[in-house]
């Protein structure tokens, strides 16, 4: 059997999807009167090869967002060779922090300040800041991650004070099922709690919201990153990984 990347039929399946999806992303952003610019699309690798991978920058691709960092360290260092920036988006424990300061450009999923504070003080002084976004907990869900939203404006005001670290904003990962006026509702929270933040004078610009079943409403409530796996790669490959 061929691998993935020699598979031609494969590699067309991947460029069909990615161009129905974006295509799919800028008309969904015109109907909402927006700029298909303002909207960046984050391919989520986690539980994809190097080789798919390689298949997806040749694409043009750039921004890569990973869970695991037992995953995603060795993909990044096979991949050194392309510009790509990766995006840790998964749970970040203490102990992983600094590995995660030095190969990552940016971080979605920060929810405490322990964890924004061990980034700041292992970032490496020459490298550009790290690009932080903090995970709102806006519905319940298994996973618990995620700062409360009335806990979110005083973790902003910590986390904007530290050195090496941009904090650009926020973001969210509803549960899988919700229901489409309740996603909606959950989106334009974060845009809202966003909303707050800058009329306190934070300079946030970035919402990560939005995944394979409900970037549409995510656009519609003003994300500018959208974080998709399984819209654009398929079903994933590495059992037990799921979301
Ligand atoms: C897996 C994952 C995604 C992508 O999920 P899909 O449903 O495959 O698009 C986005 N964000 C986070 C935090 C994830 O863990």
């Given at each position: 059997?061929?691998?993935?990347?020699?598979?031609?039929?494969?590699?067309?399946?991947?460029?069909?999807?990615?161009?129905?999806?974006?295509?799919?992303?800028?008309?969904?952003?015109m109907?909402?009167?927006?700029?298909?610019?303002?909207v960046?699309?984050?391919?989520?690798?986690?539980?994809?090869?190097?080789?798919?991978?390689?298949?997806?920058?040749?694409?043009?691709?750039?921004?890569?967002?990973?869970?695991?960092?037992?995953?995603?360290?060795?993909?990044?260092?096979?991949?050194?060779?392309l510009?790509?920036?990766w995006?840790?988006?998964?749970?970040?424990?203490?102990?992983?922090?600094?590995?995660?300061?030095?190969?990552?450009?940016?971080v979605?999923?920060?929810?405490?300040?322990?964890?924004?504070?061990?980034?700041?003080?292992?970032?490496?002084?020459?490298?550009p800041?790290?690009?932080?976004?903090?995970?709102?907990?806006?519905?319940?869900?298994?996973?618990?991650?995620?700062?409360?939203?009335?806990?979110?404006l005083?973790?902003?005001?910590?986390?904007?004070?530290?050195?090496?670290?941009?904090?650009?904003?926020l973001?969210?990962?509803?549960?899988?099922?919700?229901?489409?006026?309740?996603?909606?509702?959950?989106?334009?929270?974060?845009?809202?709690?966003?909303?707050?933040?800058q009329?306190?004078?934070?300079?946030?610009?970035?919402?990560?919201?939005?995944?394979?079943?409900?970037?549409?409403?995510?656009?519609?409530?003003?994300?500018?990153?959208?974080?998709?796996?399984?819209?654009?790669?398929?079903?994933?490959?590495?059992?037990?990984?799921?979301?």
């Amino acid at each position: 059997m061929l691998s993935t990347a020699q598979n031609p039929r494969n590699a067309a399946v991947l460029s069909e999807r990615l161009r129905a999806l974006q295509e799919a992303i800028a008309s969904t952003a015109m109907q909402c009167g927006r700029s298909v610019d303002q909207v960046t699309l984050l391919a989520v690798s986690k539980g994809q090869s190097v080789d798919r991978l390689r298949e997806a920058a040749g694409l043009g691709l750039v921004q890569f967002g990973e869970n695991y960092l037992a995953e995603a360290l060795p993909k990044i260092a096979a991949l050194k060779d392309l510009p790509l920036q990766w995006h840790f988006i998964g749970r970040l424990q203490s102990n992983k922090t600094a590995a995660v300061a030095a190969n990552f450009a940016w971080v979605h999923s920060v929810d405490r300040l322990k964890i924004a504070e061990r980034l700041s003080a292992q970032r490496d002084p020459d490298a550009p800041d790290l690009n932080l976004c903090i995970q709102v907990k806006l519905l319940p869900d298994e996973e618990k991650a995620g700062v409360d939203p009335e806990a979110c404006l005083p973790l902003i005001r910590a986390v904007a004070g530290l050195e090496r670290i941009k904090l650009r904003g926020l973001m969210c990962m509803l549960p899988l099922g919700t229901p489409l006026a309740t996603q909606r509702h959950a989106f334009a929270q974060l845009r809202e709690l966003s909303h707050q933040a800058q009329g306190q004078g934070f300079a946030l610009d970035t919402l990560s919201m939005g995944m394979s079943d409900d970037w549409p409403q995510a656009v519609a409530e003003g994300s500018t990153i959208l974080r998709v796996g399984g819209a654009l790669f398929g079903p994933r490959a590495t059992p037990g990984i799921t979301r």
